[in-house]
């Protein structure tokens, strides 16, 4: 993956930096192993799905961003039936604590069991994207936290000319992106309880004097309910109305 030029470089170098390489299953052992639901007739095609992701991004573990790692690779060569398809389990997200099904198109999907099943990538690539990303943007030098509530199941409506240019690779269903060389945007899904979806909206700036925009940028951009945030989950710590976290 280190020289795959599906990746952006941002993605290689965040990769090369941070990223290790467990063993993972072979593709005998998947082929010999594959469990899949009741009903569900066992193909020569659904075994290469398994081997194809394995191939790919088996034993492939980076650090998250709230203390503990992303692991990728099959948890035994079990097939899932999830409320959105079928798909299996072969990612623990440690930001979350909890593992995520694949489906067999390339995207990601959580199932809390409390809250509805909900996909959060369009692939696995788009996420490793998200996080390289994220982890460059945070060593800038200024970044601001806000909360924003929508519908369930409805993306803030985003006005995108207050914001820099859309960042379509680090993009899903779950996390919206704009960014050039001094200031990244994101909105990342972070509970979606029954009620509502509830959204971190972030703005981050490399240098002081676009530090300042951080207000005028996200409020005249986000069309929901969105206010300062309380805490600063990349930070660790509790943040003051109008505060930037400094670098």
Request: net charge negative.
């Amino acid at each position: 993956m280190l020289d795959d030029p599906e990746l952006t470089g941002r993605a290689r170098r965040f990769l090369a930096r941070h990223a290790t390489w467990q063993p993972h299953m072979d593709a005998a052992a998947i082929r010999s192993d594959a469990v899949l639901p009741s009903g569900v007739p066992a193909t020569a095609e659904l075994a290469d799905v398994l081997v194809r992701f394995e191939e790919r991004y088996g034993g492939l573990c980076y650090p998250g961003f709230g203390g503990n790692d992303m692991h990728h690779g099959l948890r035994g060569a079990r097939f899932v039936d999830t409320p959105l398809g079928l798909g299996f389990d072969g990612i623990v997200d440690g930001d979350w604590t909890w593992g995520v099904e694949v489906l067999l198109d390339g995207g990601t999907v959580m199932d809390l069991g409390e809250w509805r099943c909900r996909r959060i990538d369009r692939s696995v690539d788009q996420r490793i994207e998200k996080h390289a990303l994220l982890a460059e943007v945070r060593g800038w030098r200024h970044h601001q936290t806000f909360a924003c509530r929508t519908p369930p199941d409805v993306l803030p409506m985003v006005d995108e000319r207050w914001l820099p240019p859309p960042v379509p690779e680090a993009t899903g269903p779950a996390d919206l992106w704009w960014g050039d060389e001094d200031v990244a945007v994101q909105a990342t899904l972070w509970s979606w309880p029954p009620e509502a979806d509830r959204w971190i909206v972030r703005y981050f700036a490399r240098v002081w004097e676009k530090a300042g925009d951080a207000d005028r940028t996200v409020y005249a951009a986000m069309g929901h309910e969105t206010v300062p945030a309380r805490w600063c989950y990349l930070c660790d710590t509790s943040v003051a109305a109008g505060y930037k976290c400094i670098q």
